[in-house]
């Protein structure tokens, strides 16, 4: 149950929000291009990250590079 305490876990790595052009999702309200985002929890298809909300949210790897 690793969503449980995504907030106190130790970030794996830092990424960097590239862009928010989504296709089907309206990220720009939680993503700003540029800023470096602490990764708590990476799949072969998401990072989890604390978006701009104060919430953990899983991203496409697409919006981001790695920092």
């Not at 291009?33 to 990476?42: A, R, S, W």
Request: proline share 1%.
């Amino acid at each position: 149950m690793i969503h449980l305490d995504w907030h106190e876990r130790k970030a794996i790595k830092q990424i960097k929000c590239v862009h928010t052009n989504a296709k089907k999702y309206i990220v720009n309200h939680v993503l700003t291009p540029g800023k470096l985002y602490d990764v708590k929890n990476e799949t072969e298809e998401f990072y989890f990250i604390i978006d701009n909300s104060g919430k953990v949210g899983g991203f496409y790897k697409d919006y981001f590079t790695e920092a």
